[in-house]
């Protein structure tokens, strides 16, 4: 008899800078950069019988290099709103194609009383890595697989709103609900155990897809609990 088995496997080296800036006591800036080197193994296969001769598969290695810069405004433009914007810039270079990707995104906060207040929020966002789960086997394993020139990256668009209620200091309760459109989803094909393909890619698709949903929480504080 035999057995199989795949690592997976990411290594990364990475660099970054972050900054404030306080202008006023109702105006921070925070703004900054960072390199990250990737080194992914996204699927390296080992077959083993029984006379203990191990037989190895490896699929190529991928490399990348990621850059990424930000800058996020935190104003407190009145005593009862509060405004969150930023702008966050990734650039991603993969087997000679580069992905550059641009993500806005803006929150508020208006307070109605002392109690109560409403937050509101729409953030553009995007992923280089994936999480890939298989569920072929009774046991399903999850895999971190990279964009390569085949697929671009995950995208996704969220709006959310919620209202916050606080009649005293120790209790909070809030309802909060989003709605979230993506693009690029990486999935594997159907059978795709069976497929005769020479790299992993070959096994997977990509696809859109949207999750949307409500958050309710309530909080108490007991002193020290």
């Known amino acids: 008899c035999s057995y199989s088995n795949t690592r997976n496997a990411i290594n990364d ?24 080197h990737h080194q992914f193994s996204p699927a390296e296969n080992a077959n083993e019988s029984t006379s203990s001769s191990i037989e190895r598969k490896t699929n190529h290695k991928v490399i990348a ?41 803006i929150s508020t906060n208006l307070r109605l009383s002392s109690t109560v207040s409403l937050k509101a929020g729409y953030a553009k966002m995007s992923q280089f890595v994936q999480q890939v789960s298989d569920n072929y086997i009774s046991l399903p394993t999850d895999y971190w697989l990279p964009i390569t020139k085949h697929f671009a990256p995950l995208i996704s668009h969220q709006v959310s709103a919620g209202i916050y209620v606080s009649p005293s200091k120790r209790y909070t309760f809030s309802i909060e609900g989003y709605y979230k459109k993506m693009h690029n989803l990486l999935e594997y094909k159907d059978n795709y ?27 108490a504080d007991f002193g020290n609990i």
């Open 65 to 105: 290099n990621e850059w990424n810069y930000y800058l996020e405004g935190d104003i407190q433009a009145t005593r009862w709103l509060r405004f969150n914007a930023g702008l966050r810039g990734s650039f991603f270079r993969v087997e000679g194609k580069q992905y550059p990707v641009f993500e806005p995104r």
């Open 13 to 36: 080296l990475s660099m970054n800078a972050a900054f404030s800036f306080t202008p006023s006591e109702r105006t921070i800036f925070r703004f900054g950069a960072q390199y990250t």
């Open 193 to 219: 155990k069976y497929m005769q393909t020479d790299s992993w890619e070959q096994t997977l698709c990509s696809g859109n897809g949207r999750a949307y949903g409500m958050d309710f929480q309530a909080e």
